[in-house]
Antibody, heavy 122, light 110 residues
């Protein structure tokens, strides 16, 4: 059974860097799937942050691209996100998700972590 | 990229059908059959209900169905049940190799 688990500080100060990690079990991050980060501001909708593939390719939301980096640690079967120069607008529930690509179908998020709340406050 | 447009809310009585629209552009919804739909109940992570416009993952009831015409995709819930009350989001892969979500729709079972 595939499981994803986010971890990281629940609090960040304005202008600092927010860093989160997603540990994957039940699947290899070197599989045919991509691995994504999605966030949800309190009471708001979903926003895709970006994704990474085991070959090193990444794609980012254009609105966040200048501040985001997604990396992968194959030895630990996990991937991470860093968001620089955070403001209160970055306060959100951050989810990691598997972007399914295999078996003839692609381009959807089929497994999600439970989410981790990050608050940006002085 | 702008969020896909969904109605804020739809409602229906048990047994009725409701349809949620998801309007994008020729660069996302209209470009490929890469639209998916997610159900999110309070306090839980989203769950995929439809992928590639019309496909249902294993375990999703067949009362959920999807379609697309031009730049607008739709999710229909037939035979509405109390357990279907939740927020629903569409998502589309784009021609720029990114993803965009819809604004979200709250489904209320009367």
């Amino acid at each position: 059974q595939v499981q994803l688990q986010e971890s990281g500080p629940g609090l960040a100060k304005p202008s600092e860097t927010l860093s989160l990690t997603c540990a994957v079990s039940g699947d290899s991050i070197s599989s045919t799937n991509w691995w994504s980060w999605v966030r949800q501001s309190p009471g708001k909708g979903l926003e895709w942050i970006g994704e990474i593939y085991h070959a090193g390719s990444t794609n980012y939301n254009p609105s966040l691209k200048s501040r985001v980096t997604i990396l992968m640690d194959k030895s630990k079967n996990q991937f991470s996100v860093s968001l620089r120069s955070v403001t209160a607008a970055d306060t959100a529930l951050y989810y990691c998700a598997r972007t399914h690509c295999g078996g003839g179908s692609c381009f959807y998020f089929d497994r999600w972590g439970q989410g981790t709340l990050v608050t940006v406050s002085p | 990229q702008s969020a896909l447009t969904q109605p804020p809310s739809v409602s229906g009585s048990p047994g009725q059908s409701v349809t949620i629209s998801c309007t994008g552009t020729s660069s996302d919804v209209g470009s490929y059959n890469r639209v998916s739909w997610y159900q999110q109940s309070p306090g839980t992570a989203p769950k995929v209900m439809i992928y590639e416009v019309t496909n249902r993952p294993s375990g999703v009831p067949d009362r959920f169905s999807g379609s697309k015409s031009g730049n607008t995709a739709s999710l229909t819930i037939s035979g509405l049940q109390a357990e279907d009350e939740a927020d629903y989001y569409c998502s589309s892969h784009t021609s720029s190799s990114t993803y965009v979500f819809g604004t979200g729709t709250k489904v209320t079972v009367l």
